[in-house]
C-alpha cells in the first residue's frame, strides 16, 4: 500500500535552511507523483511543491527560489532544501504521493506521512 | 495561485445532509475532472475521501459523494454522524501542472 515518514523538522532562525526527508516504503518513488504540503499553525493546507515521474519539478510562488525538491532513488527518499525561511514558512510539512490506478495517475494524494514541525522564530 | 474558496464552516444535525462548496476558475476546478477532496481530523494527516470530482477510494463510505458544475465543486455528506466532524478540503490540479487547495470548511456535527 505504501507509507510515507518525514523527518528533518526543527526551531530555525530567519533566514536559516533546513532540508526535511521523506522515506517512502511498499513503493518507488521514482515511478510516482509526490509532494510537499504543508499547513501553518491554526490554517489550513498549503500545496507546497511536486516532483513528477518524470523528475519534472514544479513550487508555489510562495517558496520559489527558496526551496528545492529532490529524490534518491537509491535510497526511496524525497527532501525538500528549505533556504532563506521567513516566519510565514512555519509550518507542519506532509509529503504525499499521489494515487495511481492501473492505467493512469489520478492527481489526487492517497498517503500521507505523519507531517515535520518547521518553526522559524528568532 | 489563489486558493479555492469553501465556506468557513458548515453545521447539521445526526443523519442530516450536508453539502460543501469549492470555487475556482477555469484554470483549476472548472477545466479538469481532477478534484480531490480530503477530511483531516484535529492533529492528523489528511484522508483523501474523494478524487476525480466523485470517485471514492477503497474504505472510504458511500455516503460522501461529490460533483462539479461550471468552476465549482461540492462534497455532500449525507447521513451525518458525529465522526464526520473535521475539517474538509478540496484540491485541483492546475493550468500550471501544479495543485490548489480549498480554504477548508469546519463540519459541525450538532
Known amino acids: 500500500e505504501g507509507q510515507l515518514v518525514e523527518s528533518g523538522g526543527g526551531l530555525i532562525q530567519p533566514g536559516g535552511s533546513l532540508r526535511l526527508s521523506c522515506a517512502a516504503s511498499g513503493f518507488t518513488v521514482s515511478h510516482r507523483y509526490l509532494s510537499w504540503v504543508r499547513q501553518a499553525p491554526g490554517k489550513g493546507l498549503e500545496w507546497v511543491s511536486i516532483?513528477?515521474?518524470?523528475?519534472?519539478?514544479y513550487y508555489a510562488d510562495s517558496v520559489k527560489g527558496r526551496f528545492t525538491l529532490s529524490r534518491d532513488n537509491s535510497k526511496n527518499m524525497l527532501y525538500l532544501q528549505m533556504n532563506t525561511l521567513r516566519d510565514e514558512d512555519t509550518a507542519v510539512y506532509y509529503c504525499a504521493r499521489d494515487l495511481l490506478g492501473s492505467d493512469r495517475f489520478y492527481y489526487a494524494m492517497d498517503v500521507w506521512g505523519q507531517g515535520t514541525t518547521v518553526t522559524v522564530s528568532s | 495561485q489563489s486558493a479555492l474558496t469553501q465556506p468557513a464552516s458548515v453545521s447539521g444535525s445526526p443523519g442530516q445532509s450536508i453539502t460543501i462548496s469549492c470555487t475556482g476558475t477555469?484554470?483549476?476546478?472548472?477545466?479538469?475532472?481532477?478534484v480531490s477532496w480530503y477530511q483531516q481530523h484535529p492533529d492528523r494527516a489528511p484522508k483523501l475521501i474523494i478524487y476525480?470530482?466523485?470517485n471514492r477510494p477503497s474504505g472510504v463510505s458511500n455516503r460522501f459523494s461529490g460533483s462539479k458544475s461550471g468552476n465549482t465543486a461540492s462534497l455532500t455528506i449525507s447521513g451525518l454522524q458525529a465522526e464526520d466532524e473535521a475539517d474538509y478540503y478540496c484540491?485541483?490540479?492546475?493550468?500550471?501542472?501544479?495543485?490548489?487547495f480549498g480554504t477548508g470548511t469546519k463540519v459541525t456535527v450538532l
Open positions: 484540491s485541483s490540479y492546475t493550468s500550471s501542472d501544479t495543485r490548489v
Open positions: 476525480d470530482v466523485s
Open positions: 516532483i513528477y515521474s518524470s523528475d519534472t519539478t
Open positions: 477555469g484554470s483549476n476546478v472548472g477545466g479538469y475532472n481532477f
